[in-house]
């Protein structure tokens, strides 16, 4: 069956460092990626999409790469900030079918002053 | 933030009572979504509507119901609660049913079903 890995343990990281958050995918060759960004208490909010031919996307600090060998998106978060802390989600798609992202459950990001 | 409201926001129920969950958008896209979220699962779709009357299951359901009348709203029933489905529900919507149309999310409406 189709399966979204992230990681369940927080991150926790410096203020100023880079974030690396992992999403892994099996039995899918999605053909895009989008990735979320919750904060408690409130609904996901849209960061970034990237597409099968497309190996990296940037936007601002955010960087996100879709390797399909591997099965993986990397997303990263440059010089990093307290304000960055919440939970990242990630939403493989597949084309052909219903185009709907099927979410994975998310990693904790926690960025220390 | 895109005008999507949700209602009631919060709700405590009794197992075995109908609940009815709305969204109301402003942004006239055509898709929208509703989706449950408890720990350990993360984001589940339970139905989806592609226009007004045009509905189809999402991944977990079973003991929902959907509607959809007009563009601007999406109603989620629960005809018989259980404790089971105690849960953050969340509705969303989208411009484009196509992989690159992003998702915008409701505030969300917490139901507890004692």
């Known amino acids: 069956s189709q399966k979204i890995e992230q990681n369940s343990e927080a991150l926790n990281i410096q203020e100023g460092k880079t974030a690396t958050l992992t999403c892994n995918y099996t039995?899918?060759?999605?053909?895009?990626l989008q990735w979320y960004r919750q904060d408690p208490g409130r609904g996901p909010v849209f960061l970034l999409l990237?597409?099968?031919?497309?190996k990296e996307k940037r936007k601002e600090r955010l960087k996100v790469t879709f390797d399909t060998t591997l099965k993986q998106s990397l997303f990263h978060i440059t010089a990093s900030q307290p304000a960055d802390s919440a939970t990242y989600l990630c939403?493989?798609?597949?084309?052909?079918?219903?185009?709907?992202?099927?979410f994975g459950r998310g990693t904790s990001l926690i960025v220390h002053p | 933030d895109a005008g999507i409201t949700q209602s009631p926001r919060h709700k405590v129920t009794e197992t075995g009572t109908p609940v009815t969950l709305r969204c109301h958008q402003t942004e006239n896209h055509r898709y929208m979504y509703w989706y449950r979220q408890d720990p350990g699962h993360g984001l589940r779709l339970i139905h989806y509507s592609y226009g007004v009357k045009d509905t189809d299951k999402g991944e977990v359901s079973d003991g929902y119901s959907v509607s959809r009348s007009k563009t601007e709203d999406f109603l989620l029933t629960l005809e018989s609660a259980t404790s089971s489905q105690t849960s953050v529900y969340f509705c969303?919507?989208?411009?484009?049913?196509?992989?690159?149309?992003?998702?915008?999310f409701g505030p969300g409406t917490r139901l507890t079903v004692l």
């Open positions: 939403a493989p798609i597949l084309s052909g079918g219903s185009y709907i992202p099927t």
């Open positions: 990237i597409r099968e031919n497309e």
């Open positions: 039995n899918y060759s999605p053909a895009y």
């Open positions: 969303a919507i989208s411009e484009f049913r196509q992989g690159e149309g992003e998702q915008f």
